[in-house]
Each structure stands twice: as structure tokens, then as C-alpha cells.
Nanobody, 121 residues
Framework: QVQLVESGGGLVQAGGSLRLSCQAS????????MGWYRQRPGKQRELVAG???????NYADSVKGRFTVSRDNAKNTAYLQMNSLKPEDTAVYYC???????????????WGQGTQVTVST
């Protein structure tokens, strides 16, 4: 079983910064990709940023130039550096990891419990 534990959310004023962390633990052979999603009030969950094991990244248009996703492969940890935060970034942020648990397994997706980010005006 794989667990994802997120940290770093909180309340920040518009224009401020936060860094989210997501550490994966458990039975892990390889993590193919880690990413961040968010769910804003009344909206569906959406991709914010992702990074695969080769270092390729992708971002939602709304966060390009403000957010940066990174990984520490040795620690099975992903980060989301969020700068120039806006009130519309207020959401619950979820970590997602695409994990292969043994050399003979298919990739499976896992989710963290979510962390609240609130940006005030």
C-alpha cells in the first residue's frame, strides 16, 4: 500500500507564497509521475502541475509563471512552490502519484488527503 502525506497549506495574503510538500511512503518500486490537483469551491478537481520521472513538467495555464513543481526522487517527495498567489487560487490541493509497486505491477494512481490553501484579499 502507498500513502501520500501532504503539508504546507494555510492562509496567506494575495501576492504571498506557499510551498506544499507531498511525501510518498509504503511499497514503492518506482514513481512514474507526481502532480498536484486542486478543487475550488463549487468546481471539479483540476490539474495544477505535474512532473514525471524524466523531469518533464506541465502546468495549468492559470498558474504558469507563478507555480513551480519539483521532485526529490531520493525522498519520494514532490513540492509545489506557489508564488504571487491570488484569491482564485483558494482551494483544497491534492497530491497525486503514479506508482509501480513491484517490477511486475501496472502503474496505479494514489491520492493524498488534501491540504487547504486560502488566499485572502
Amino acid at each position: 500500500q502507498v500513502q501520500l502525506v501532504e503539508s504546507g497549506g494555510g492562509l496567506v495574503q494575495a501576492g504571498g507564497s506557499l510551498r506544499l510538500s507531498c511525501q510518498a511512503s509504503g511499497t514503492i518500486y518506482r514513481i512514474n509521475a507526481m502532480g498536484w490537483y486542486r478543487q475550488r469551491p463549487g468546481k471539479q478537481r483540476e490539474l495544477v502541475a505535474g512532473r514525471n520521472s524524466g523531469g518533464s513538467t506541465n502546468y495549468a495555464d492559470s498558474v504558469k509563471g507563478r507555480f513551480t513543481v519539483s521532485r526529490d526522487n531520493a525522498k519520494n517527495t514532490a513540492y509545489l512552490q506557489m508564488n504571487s498567489l491570488k484569491p482564485e487560487d483558494t482551494a483544497v490541493y491534492y497530491c497525486n502519484a503514479k506508482v509501480v509497486v513491484t517490477p511486475w505491477s501496472y502503474e496505479t494512481g494514489y491520492w493524498g488527503q488534501g491540504t487547504q490553501v486560502t488566499v485572502s484579499t
